[in-house]
């Protein structure tokens, strides 16, 4: 995405100092700016496979509904807790009370989430598949990109970026007969955050280990700067 706008003189000459200023452009007297934007996108393979448990339950008693739940995350994160290469850690618990409706009596339900996560595909979906054989539900579950990837991508891009403006400038310069004299108001920040959504999943049956395709994420980085211009010097001629 490229956008470049030069600007010699932000307002007419006849406008005053009080409305140039309101443009926001340099003074009539000031060098000419090129204002530039370059972005680049680093395409990055993710290595970490998440996937959210869910324990359920409902009964007429809340502290039955609850007990079954808190059962079920401690026999989940003991499992998992076994397994090397495997972090886990408890989400979000709620706890509600349902009126009766429908020809279903009022009753209290009650939910936890384990999220599991490994950079061993093989191992977390062997575990979700354990899991979901003494009864969690299996929630989300994808590839993602992990945040040192993430800031590794986004530092490269932010280069990449910050390069391919240096080399606009100069060519811009070039084509106005003009010479690059610096550059002000650098902005590496700008650009989307990196997306780690999950990728989709697939099942191959309600209780066995699901399938999870790793695909790869872009990350993106944006730069802009105002160029400052100057006119070339005139070659100086030899003396006789």
Known sequence: MRRIFLVILAC??????AHAQDCGAPPSNGPPLLHLSE?????????????????????PSAVTTQRHVNDLMARANLLAGKVPGIVAEFQDYST?????A?????????????????????TVLGL?????????SLGNLGWQVSQDQ???????ARLQALAA???????????????????????LTGGPSPILSPAPMQMEAAM??????????????????????TAKSPVAKESP
């Open 102 to 122: 429908n020809g279903v009596p009022a009753h209290w339900e009650a939910s936890q989430t384990l999220e599991i996560r490994g950079h061993s595909g093989e």
């Open 128 to 136: 979700v598949g354990q899991l979901q054989a003494f009864g969690l």
């Open 150 to 156: 993430a800031d590794a991508a986004g530092r490269k």
């Open 12 to 17: 007419l000459a006849a406008s005053s100092t």
């Open 39 to 59: 972005t680049a996108t680093i395409t990055v393979p993710p290595t970490l496979l998440v996937a959210d448990l869910v324990a359920s339950s409902q009964s």
């Open 208 to 229: 066995a280990p699901p399938l999870a395709s790793a695909d790869s994420q872009n990350i993106s980085a944006t730069v802009t700067a105002d160029v400052i211009l």
């Open 96 to 100: 509600d009370f349902v009126d009766a």
């Open 165 to 187: 403006l240096r080399q606009e400038a100069l060519a811009a310069a070039q084509t106005l007969d003009m010479s690059v004299e610096g550059y002000q108001s650098v902005d």
